[in-house]
């Protein structure tokens, strides 16, 4: 059973850069079909998709985050990671790794980043 | 960008009865759609793709249906463990991938 699991601090100090990985476990990321990516929750309300990753492809940006995100594939070590850069509080989110090809099938537990002082 | 919108953004069903949430996208999508369940403090779970296939595990109390622009997800008799808020989210012309803001399911 495939399982992801997300991995970093959980308090980023205003304009810093929020630096998050995404262990995988029971599959290999370079032997799938399938996207990695993340999408993040702000506290009470929805998802939004942030960036995805097929681990010899491209990356897929969020227009609208684009311009401070950075995803990338570390195949030796079977995991993915995030750097979302200049935060501010409405960065304050869970963040999810997961697994997709269009749909989004597998999910961390998701991990709380909180951007404050 | 398609934009997916849900209604209502709260439902109020009795126990046992069905419940009927709708997502529309803001421009044709054929059946690239799927529904997810995400619970308190839970990750979301995949409920349908296809606009109408259900996941691995999902109970047959759970239909999803529509095409186009219009799409529904019935449960058909709500029990205590489908107190969650629903998302759907398109798969159509990505990137972007974009997930509607949820439709809140509680009893009446």
């Known amino acids: 059973q495939l399982q992801l699991q997300e991995s970093g601090p959980g308090l980023v100090k205003p304009s810093e850069t929020l630096s998050l990985s995404c262990s995988v476990s029971?599959?290999?990321?370079?032997?799938?079909?399938?996207?990695w990516g993340w999408v993040r929750q702000p506290p009470g309300r929805g998802l939004e998709w942030i960036a995805s990753?097929?681990?010899?492809?491209?990356?897929y940006y969020n227009p609208s985050l684009e311009s401070r995100v950075t995803i990338s594939v570390d195949t030796s070590d079977n995991n993915f990671s995030l750097n979302l850069s200049s935060v501010t509080a409405a960065d304050t989110a869970v963040y999810y790794c997961a697994r997709h090809f269009d749909y989004f099938e597998y999910w961390g537990q998701g991990a709380l980043v909180t951007v404050s002082s | 960008e398609i934009v997916m919108t849900h209604s209502p953004a709260t439902l109020s069903v009795s126990p046992g009865e069905r419940a009927t949430l709708s997502c529309r996208a803001s421009?044709?999508?054929?059946?690239?759609l799927a529904w997810y369940q995400q619970k308190p403090g839970q990750a979301p779970r995949l409920l349908i793709y296809g606009a109408s296939t259900r996941a691995t595990g999902i109970p047959a109390r759970f239909t999803g249906s529509g095409s186009g622009t219009e799409f529904t997800l019935t449960i058909s008799s709500l029990q205590s463990e489908d107190l969650a808020v629903y998302y759907c989210?398109?798969?159509?012309?990505?990137?972007?991938?974009?997930f509607g803001q949820g439709t809140k399911v509680e009893f009446k």
């Open positions: 421009q044709s999508i054929s059946n690239d």
């Open positions: 989210q398109h798969y159509h012309n990505w990137p972007p991938w974009t």
């Open positions: 029971g599959g290999s990321i370079n032997r799938s079909r399938f996207y």
């Open positions: 990753i097929y681990y010899n492809g491209p990356p």
